[in-house]
Each structure stands twice: as C-alpha cells, then as structure tokens.
C-alpha cells in the first residue's frame, strides 16, 4: 500500500502522546479476539529480499540523525544504502502507539500484508504485537552486531525474553526532572516529590504504562515483579495527594513548557527531553531517583508477512555497528542501546561531541545501571481494571 511521509516542526519527543491504551485496543489485546491472533506458521510470507533490494520503514518523525546542511538526507542512513546496494524507503508516519495500532491491526488481524518491512513502536506495544502473533521472530545469524553489542540490560524483557522479535531502536529513562535554582534544594527521591514546597507546582504523566512504574518504584517495588496489590496501593495514595493539591496536573510531554516556564518545579519527565532542555537552561536537572527508575525502549520490529525480512535484518544489524550506533546517538540524545558506541564518542574531534560520551543520560554510568530497572508490561488480563482505575484519578 503506498504510505505519505509526514513532516512536523516539532519533535519527535514533542510528538508522542502519553497513552494507557485506547477502547479498540484494548478490545484486541485486552479480550484477545480469536480471529486476531496470528500462528506462527502463518506470519511469514515469501522474502524477496535477495532479488529485490528494497525495504520499507516506518518510524517517529525526526527519530533519525539528518545533516543539518541538507535536512533531507540521513547520513546513517545513506551510508547503509551505499554499503549494501538496499534502497530504504523510509516513512515518518508513527505519532502516537494507538494511533498507528489502528493503522496497521485491520491487516494483521486478517493476515494481510501491511506495506512495511520494519516498524518502531514503544514496548508496551511491542507486548501487544508478540501475544497477538503479529510479528516475526528475527534471525539473528543476520545481526552479529546486536548478538555482540546489545545493551545487557535491555536484552530480555519479559514481553519478549531473548529479544528474539524486537530490537531497541533507541532507549530511555523516565526519571524527575527539577529546576535546581528555582526550587533551591536537590531531588532526590520519589518521595520528595510531596513535600509541602512543592504543592501545586508537580506534573505526573498521563499515560498509564509510561507513569506507573516510577511511582511503584518510590513504595520501593520491584518493577520487574509488580502486582495489582501494589498497582492499587499507589492509587490510593496519589488519590490523596491529587485531592489534596499537591499534583498540579497530569500531563502527556508537554510537561516540558511548565518546567521551562516556572509553573512547575518538579515532574515526572523523559531522560530525551531534558538533555535538549538543558542546553538553553543548565539549572534544570534529571535524576534518576534513590529508589530507582524505570529504563525503557523503542523498539524495531519485522511484522507479518514483511517481503523484506532478510533486508530488514541487516538493516537493524548496521545500526547496531558501534560507529553507526555513536552517530546516532549523538544526534537523538537519548540512552543509547549500544555501550560500545561511547568509547567511539569520546574519540571523535569535536569537543562537544566528545563531551556526550560522559552525558550519563546518554551512557548511565555504573551507579546509574544499577539504579534502572524495566518493568514487567501491563497483561491483557489487568489492562481493563489498571486502566480504569488508573484514567479516575487522572481524569480521563
């Protein structure tokens, strides 16, 4: 099917919405309609890659380094078309998971071919395409570079242990973000965010699966093992603190304009994010809490009946090449999913791009590490009643 590339002014951080799930998908993922699994027997279709060198990808806008003389070109990009000989059709089409959820489900619900070759989607939704069979599992004989350089920590969420059907694409940390000079004091846990300085001046996150775990983490939760009973637990308590004033609102990522505005002094926020709000203004910080954060990824993904899949590997494969990875790394500024990129990095002429290789929020340093968990994804079976409750409290 022929797919319209969309350009925004905005980024891609700018972009996405803070969702918890929508009625039709929930529907899908939630009740698990028969008809929209797919077998693994069924999700594979004839690869052409080796006499057709094309493949088609979908992703975020403005989710790839470009050169800034010429916006229109994709210098990792270019590079991995001139080494191969495989031209990339290459589509910004995702601005929200749910969105492109009900783009592409009326064709894998009915075994139908989707157009593209590759997608990136949040793994919250990634869980859903794996437990509905709608995409396919890699062949990682392909990908030696994502075998050898793939981020320990993001090798095995519980959605898709092994990584045997994602790959990130790119990785971060929801943490909290403050204005130090504002404020006039440090954060450094969940638990500061209730301090009575701070009434009416928090933002949390809107979206169920990207606000939860932080909050679980602040009751000291393992995230990786959560349960009902601590999912409610913390309802309970930010029901209180709602009524009583000390959130001024739940936000989706324009918690960045209060931040920068001095309407908020503390919030919920994306790693991403505050790297480029720094640059413009040093005092505002992010930390990783005492009690932890929650580390998570967007990932790369080859859905069914893909014509490409073999080329779609490769593709995943060069950017997983340390050189590469550090180029992209040092234009998106989010947690890179290849650690070696950082020593190449540190190498590089430039100063200041020199100077990302010691950005913890681009390479969590050990302390960091050990303080980042990914948690366990939302089941079908508890989306319905976490949602629920959790869209009550936030106004939804």
């Known amino acids: 099917m022929p797919l319209t590339s969309l350009t925004s002014p905005f980024s891609r951080r700018t972009l996405l919405r803070a969702l918890g799930g929508g009625a039709g998908t929930g529907l899908l993922a939630g009740c698990g309609v028969p008809p929209a699994y797919v077998a693994p027997g069924d999700r594979a279709a004839v690869d052409r890659s080796a006499t057709d060198k094309t493949l088609t990808w979908s992703n975020w806008p403005l989710y790839i380094d470009t050169d800034d003389a010429h916006p229109g070109r994709r210098p990792t990009l270019e590079a991995f078309e001139k080494r191969t000989g495989i031209s990339v059709h290459y589509v910004e089409e995702i601005n929200d998971n749910d969105e492109f959820f009900g783009k592409i489900s009326p064709a894998l619900m009915n075994h139908q071919e989707t157009g593209r070759d590759l997608i990136v989607i949040s ?18 004989a392909r990908m030696p570079n994502v075998t050898k350089y793939l981020d320990p920590l993001l090798r095995s969420p519980a959605f898709d242990p092994g990584r045997g059907s994602s790959v990130p694409w790119q990785s971060g940390i929801t943490g909290i973000a403050y204005n130090r000079r504002a404020l006039g004091r440090e954060i450094r846990s969940v638990s500061d965010l209730w301090a009575s300085d701070l009434k009416g001046r928090v933002t949390l996150l809107s979206g169920l699966d990207e606000a939860f775990a932080l909050l679980m983490q602040g009751n000291g939760v393992d ?10 637990t913390l309802c309970d308590q930010l029901e209180k603190r709602v009524r009583g004033g000390q959130v001024r609102r739940f936000t989706g990522n324009d918690y960045t304009k209060d931040l920068v505005s001095g309407d908020v002094l503390a919030c919920q926020a994306y790693s991403g994010d505050v790297i480029q709000l720094q640059a413009d203004d040093p005092d505002i910080r992010f930390v990783v809490p005492e009690e932890g954060a929650e580390l998570w990824a967007e990932s790369l993904m080859i859905p069914n009946l893909a014509r490409h899949k073999a080329n779609a590997e490769r593709l995943i494969d060069h950017y997983y090449d340390p050189e590469v990875a550090a180029e992209l790394a040092a234009w998106v500024n989010y947690v890179c999913p290849v650690p070696a990129a ?21 390479f969590p340093d050990t302390a960091m590490r050990r303080r980042l968990a990914v948690a366990r994804d939302i089941t079908p079976r508890e ?14």
């Open 123 to 140: 793994d919250w939704m990634c869980a859903r395409f794996v437990r509905l069979g709608w995409v396919q599992r890699m062949d990682r």
């Open 223 to 232: 995230i990786t093992k959560w349960t009902a009973e601590d999912f409610h």
């Open 342 to 362: 950082q020593d190449v990095l540190a190498s590089a002429k430039d100063r200041g791009t020199a100077a990302l290789a010691e950005d913890p929020l681009i």
């Open 383 to 396: 989306r319905t009643e976490l949602a629920k409750r959790w869209n009550e409290i936030v106004g939804l």
